[in-house]
């Protein structure tokens, strides 16, 4: 019988993963270096949604400073830990990371064998290069991946009846583990019936993202949509236009009504 491959392959595991990267990686705090190397692994704590990178000790610049072990419960935790970069789920040692006498950073050491030798920075406050482009965010996953594909498909978008948006000329970027997107070109939303924000937020595989409210519905219509004016790599095709949260939204496709997804972002 055949297996789909997520069920093989889950975004979350109670395992403690690794992969090796062949990249060039530096961290530096402020300009000043803290970590170069050819050898970094990827890390996959328990239970944790995002990677992190594994340095080899050998491989450090900055100050390392042991401090007390760290033994989690993992039964004790949700079973999906957000991905905050600040907090281990293997157990192991913390550190504290100094650059000229001062700490400026933490990390841990892991009491794996396999990892032994290394230690898990926390991506802030750093500043970390692969090669020499910058990451933004957290490491990206080698096993994850966007597709942002030009499309002919009627999308229609409403809230609470009201029309948002109506296209025929899509982009649908397909990123792995998170619902479909369809991006609009904004000749097509109705930008005068929505309010930008203040509000940004990071994606370490698209960018910088800028957002939107629809005032009239409330706390439904906050961050209802948003766009990345300026994005990375393979979200390059959706540059500027307008994406609507499918999960608060009321989206069809070819005059066919999908269903809100549920994620964290549904209220």
Not at 214 to 230: E, S
Request: hydrophobic share 40%; with cysteine.
């Amino acid at each position: 019988m055949a297996t789909r491959f997520s069920i093989l392959a889950p975004p979350i595991s109670d395992e403690l993963r690794y992969e090796p990267r062949r990249q060039r990686v530096r961290v530096s705090y402020d300009g000043r270096p803290v970590a170069d190397t050819c050898d970094a692994w990827l890390v996959w704590e328990p239970r944790r949604v995002v990677p992190r990178y594994a340095l080899p000790v050998r491989d450090l610049v900055a100050d390392l400073h042991a401090g007390d072990d760290i033994r989690p419960d993992l039964a004790s935790l949700p079973p999906v830990v957000p991905p905050n970069l600040t907090t281990t789920t293997a157990p192991g040692t913390e550190m504290a990371i100094g650059v000229d006498g001062q700490p400026v950073g933490s990390a841990y050491r892991p009491a794996d064998e396999d990892l032994a030798d290394r230690i898990v920075l926390d991506h802030e406050p750093f500043t970390w290069h692969e090669e020499d482009e910058e990451l933004i965010g957290h490491p990206r996953d080698p096993f994850k991946r966007i597709d942002a594909l030009a499309s002919s498909r009627h999308v229609r978008v409403c809230l609470d009846g009201v029309v948002l948006a109506d296209s025929t000329r899509p982009v649908m970027l397909l990123e792995t583990y998170l619902p479909d997107r369809w991006y609009l070109p904004r000749a097509d939303v109705r930008l005068d019936l929505l309010t930008p924000t203040d509000t940004h937020t990071t994606c370490a595989y698209k960018g910088v993202a800028s957002y939107f409210s629809y005032a009239p519905a409330r706390d439904a219509g906050a961050g209802i949509a948003w766009t990345y004016p300026a994005p990375m790599n393979d979200a390059v095709p959706v540059t500027g236009m307008v994406c609507f949260l499918a999960e608060r939204c009321d989206l069809s496709i070819d005059g066919v009504d999908l269903d809100r997804p549920r994620t964290q972002w549904s209220r």
